[in-house]
């Protein structure tokens, strides 16, 4: 396992900002670790990759513990943070070097990777300017450049495509997507349509606890409320529609279109055909609808505040 977490927790005074969480992650997964602001996010990464130390509980990475094997750990850590400290005063390649030495890279291969990730994360054409001098997007790149700068088998990224452009944004989820083939990543962001396309399973925190982990597929047929999109041949009056079984409200969309909700999709998507059947009404479609992933996290989030 790359990732183990068992009963983490970290307080500051009164406040437990991370109260007794689980999780594991296998080699080759890419995870969403998304929460709203102040969730606990950023410190749940901190301590796993060793630069905060936990209240109560463990982590291990890699077969290494954060707090009594933090050396070790950071060998095969890479981790990108939310504030992305940079040394402005540098040069892109001589910040590259700098952080190629604390690796202990070896001094001969050393200008060859650095010349592969400055390739990798498309810092090719500002690689010669001082990091003060460029974009946020690029110094954005810059921090995810010393984060695999050793090549490292697990990335902790804290909103690696924070400031960057649409344009930029594709190549760094596509680079992130090819590393996580043969690498653990665990990833947050804001940005839902990027954890739709980068991540196979995602965690929501929400004050210090885990609320949701599971699959982007079964999370987005999990929510409170189902949907069934039906489109008929013909013109069919609401007074029918609502003798269909096991539909909580129906809605017109026009054009003969009809949004039907339910708690039990497929129960529903049999009452639907059967009803059909017996009243001679010609079905075009019928179709299911998820939850979005902004859906999954509102109901996450404000679930659980309610609670």
Request: one cysteine or more; charged letters at 25%; hydrophobic letters at 35%.
């Given at each position: 396992?790359s990732?183990?977490?068992?009963?983490l927790?970290?307080?500051?005074?009164?406040?437990k900002?991370?109260?007794h969480i689980s999780?594991?992650?296998?080699?080759?997964?890419?995870?969403g670790?998304?929460?709203?602001?102040?969730?606990g996010?950023?410190?749940?990464?901190?301590m796993?990759?060793?630069?905060l130390?936990?209240?109560?509980?463990?982590a291990?990475?890699?077969?290494?513990?954060v707090?009594?094997?933090?050396?070790?750990?950071?060998?095969?850590?890479?981790?990108?943070s939310e504030?992305?400290?940079?040394?402005?005063d540098m040069?892109?390649r001589?910040?590259?070097?700098?952080?190629?030495?604390i690796?202990?890279?070896?001094k001969?291969k050393?200008?060859?990777?650095?010349?592969?990730?400055?390739?990798?994360?498309?810092?090719?054409?500002?690689?010669?300017?001082?990091i003060g001098m460029?974009?946020?997007?690029y110094?954005?790149?810059?921090?995810?450049?010393?984060?695999?700068?050793h090549?490292?088998e697990?990335?902790?990224?804290?909103?690696?495509?924070?400031?960057?452009?649409?344009n930029q944004i594709?190549?760094?989820r596509d680079?992130?997507?090819?590393?996580?083939?043969?690498?653990?990543?665990?990833?947050s962001?804001?940005?839902?349509?990027?954890?739709?396309?980068?991540?196979s399973?995602?965690?929501i925190i929400?004050?210090?606890?885990?609320?949701?982990?599971?699959?982007?597929?079964?999370?987005?047929?999990a929510g409170?409320n189902?949907?069934?999109?039906?489109?008929?041949?013909?013109v069919?009056?609401?007074?029918l529609?609502?003798?269909i079984?096991?539909?909580?409200k129906?809605?017109?969309?026009?054009?003969m279109?009809?949004?039907?909700?339910?708690a039990k999709?497929?129960?529903l998507?049999?009452?639907?055909?059967?009803w059909?059947l017996?009243?001679d009404?010609?079905?075009?479609?019928?179709?299911s609808?998820?939850?979005?992933?902004?859906?999954?996290f509102?109901?996450?989030?404000?679930d659980?505040?309610?609670?």
């Amino acid at each position: 396992m790359s990732i183990s977490v068992r009963s983490l927790t970290k307080i500051y005074g009164t406040q437990k900002a991370v109260d007794h969480i689980s999780f594991e992650i296998p080699k080759g997964q890419i995870v969403g670790f998304l929460g709203p602001n102040g969730a606990g996010k950023s410190t749940t990464m901190k301590m796993i990759t060793g630069y905060l130390p936990p209240t109560e509980g463990t982590a291990v990475v890699c077969g290494f513990d954060v707090q009594t094997q933090s050396m070790e750990l950071r060998k095969r850590t890479g981790y990108l943070s939310e504030q992305n400290s940079l040394y402005y005063d540098m040069y892109v390649r001589e910040y590259l070097e700098l952080t190629a030495g604390i690796h202990k890279l070896d001094k001969q291969k050393r200008k060859q990777r650095i010349e592969e990730i400055i390739s990798m994360t498309g810092l090719g054409k500002e690689a010669h300017k001082k990091i003060g001098m460029l974009s946020k997007g690029y110094k954005q790149r810059v921090g995810l450049a010393q984060a695999m700068i050793h090549n490292p088998e697990v990335l902790i990224l804290d909103e690696p495509t924070s400031g960057l452009d649409p344009n930029q944004i594709v190549e760094i989820r596509d680079l992130i997507i090819d590393i996580g083939k043969e690498k653990t990543v665990l990833l947050s962001t804001h940005i839902m349509q990027e954890v739709e396309a980068m991540c196979s399973r995602v965690i929501i925190i929400n004050n210090g606890t885990i609320v949701a982990d599971d699959n982007i597929q079964n999370l987005q047929k999990a929510g409170n409320n189902s949907t069934l999109i039906v489109s008929f041949e013909t013109v069919v009056p609401e007074s029918l529609i609502r003798k269909i079984n096991g539909i909580g409200k129906a809605e017109d969309m026009g054009n003969m279109r009809w949004k039907l909700y339910t708690a039990k999709p497929d129960e529903l998507r049999k009452s639907v055909m059967q009803w059909a059947l017996n009243n001679d009404i010609n079905i075009s479609s019928l179709q299911s609808e998820t939850q979005s992933m902004e859906d999954v996290f509102r109901s996450a989030t404000l679930d659980h505040k309610k609670k």
